[in-house]
Structures are given as structure tokens and as C-alpha cells.
């Protein structure tokens, strides 16, 4: 996005005649409405929503964390990753706090995505989390000795809860969509 080329042009194009010539296939966008912002009308599919998630020390062998994550760009999946943590986390809010960070990034990437290409984004980015010690970790501004090793994540995440641009919602387990991105697939 930064330095786009010629080349990143020529793949565009290539998506779009793809796209053009299978109207069948493809992502489909829902329209949810519209939001009015200074005598405008844009469709609202700026709302972006998160949800993160983490299997503590779900790993037999070394003991690592997996996090995930999926981000919805007004209903509509538009990024997903799952990926071993690469260190062990101490507490499962440990992990899940890793995973709240990793999604943070990715939320504060698309937010400014969203600016640059001219999109007016009123609302904070929603943040969904199956842990409520890893969300008063987000929220509280006194460290104790127990998290101090995981102090700058904190300090990421908690500057993004403070500044209004991300609002953090507790979700129940069974309702946590990031669940399946911690889980192995298992054949048969």
C-alpha cells in the first residue's frame, strides 16, 4: 500500500477480471444499512469487530499457546490467523492477553487502511474476548510483579482502550468465534 508497483497493479486487474467473469464465486458483501456522516451516505461497513482467542498451553510438547483471531469489516469476514505463540504464556490471560494484542495490531492496520483510502471511521473498533482477567488487564493502569513480563502488550492495548479506539467486549466461550483458529484439525 505504501509503494504500490506496477506489478501490484497487474494483480489487482487480474482479481478483477476473475471476479467479472465468475459472478458466482467470490466474497459476498451484506449491506447492513448506511451511515450519514456530513450530509453523506456511505454504506455501514465501516463497523470493524474482532475476536480473539487462545488455547493455553494447548501445545503437548512444548507447551505454547496458539492464538487466533477473525476481523469482520461490517459483517463480512475480511482477515483471520491463527499462530503459535512464540513464547509460554504463564496464565491462560497470559495467552489470551498475547492474542488480544496480536488482533489490536490488525484492528489499528485496517482502521488506518480505512482512512487512507478516504473512509471516515466514527465508531471505535470492537474487540470480543472470552477472558475477563485479560480484559482487566486491558482496563487497569496499576501493574503488580505478577504481569509485569508482559507489560508492553499491555501498554499497547491499554493505550488503544483509553484514546476511544477500541472498545473491548466480554463474549462467553460458546459464543468466542476465534475458538476454531485455536483448535487443531483433526482427520476422520
Request: charged residues 25%; aromatic residues 10%; neutral net charge.
Amino acid at each position: 500500500m505504501s509503494d504500490p508497483r506496477t506489478t501490484h497493479w497487474q494483480t489487482v486487474l487480474h482479481i478483477v477480471r476473475y471476479l467479472k467473469g465468475a459472478p458466482d464465486r467470490g466474497l459476498i458483501f451484506r449491506d447492513k444499512g448506511h451511515i450519514h456522516i456530513a450530509g453523506y451516505s456511505y454504506p455501514d461497513c465501516l463497523e470493524v469487530t474482532g475476536y480473539s482467542d487462545a488455547d493455553w498451553a494447548g501445545c503437548p510438547v512444548d507447551r505454547y499457546s496458539t492464538s487466533g483471531y477473525c476481523i469482520f469489516l461490517g459483517g463480512n469476514l475480511v482477515s483471520w490467523k491463527s499462530k503459535k505463540q512464540s513464547v509460554v504464556s504463564r496464565s491462560s490471560a497470559e495467552a489470551e492477553y498475547r492474542a488480544m494484542t496480536n488482533v489490536t495490531g490488525e484492528l489499528q492496520w485496517i482502521h488506518m487502511l480505512l482512512i487512507e483510502i478516504g473512509f471516515s471511521v466514527i465508531r471505535p473498533s470492537t474487540l470480543h474476548c472470552d477472558n475477563k482477567s485479560a480484559m482487566h488487564i486491558a482496563s487497569n493502569s496499576v501493574f503488580h510483579e505478577r504481569t509485569k513480563h508482559i507489560e508492553v502488550d499491555c501498554h499497547y492495548v491499554r493505550e488503544k482502550v483509553n484514546c476511544g479506539e477500541l472498545k473491548l467486549v466480554y463474549t462467553r466461550s460458546e459464543e468466542q468465534l476465534a475458538d476454531i483458529y485455536t483448535k487443531p484439525l483433526r482427520s476422520g
